[in-house]
């Protein structure tokens, strides 16, 4: 049962971790496209 809980544990730390990386991915890539939109409006 130990094994489970800690297999689990595990699961939803790499989950987490996962989803945190894309989010801040994510957030870089808008803020290139606002770069990129103000350089294309001027």
């Known amino acids: ?3 489970i809980a800690a297999g689990m544990l595990v699961f ?3 989950t987490f971790a996962f ?3 894309i989010s801040r991915r ?3 890539v808008e803020e290139e ?3 990129l939109k103000e350089s294309t409006e001027s």
Do not use: C, N
Request: proline share 0%.
């Open 19 to 21: 989803i945190f990386s």
């Open 1 to 3: 049962m130990v094994y």
């Open 33 to 35: 496209l606002s770069v």
């Open 26 to 28: 994510q957030r870089t």
């Open 12 to 14: 939803w730390i790499a």
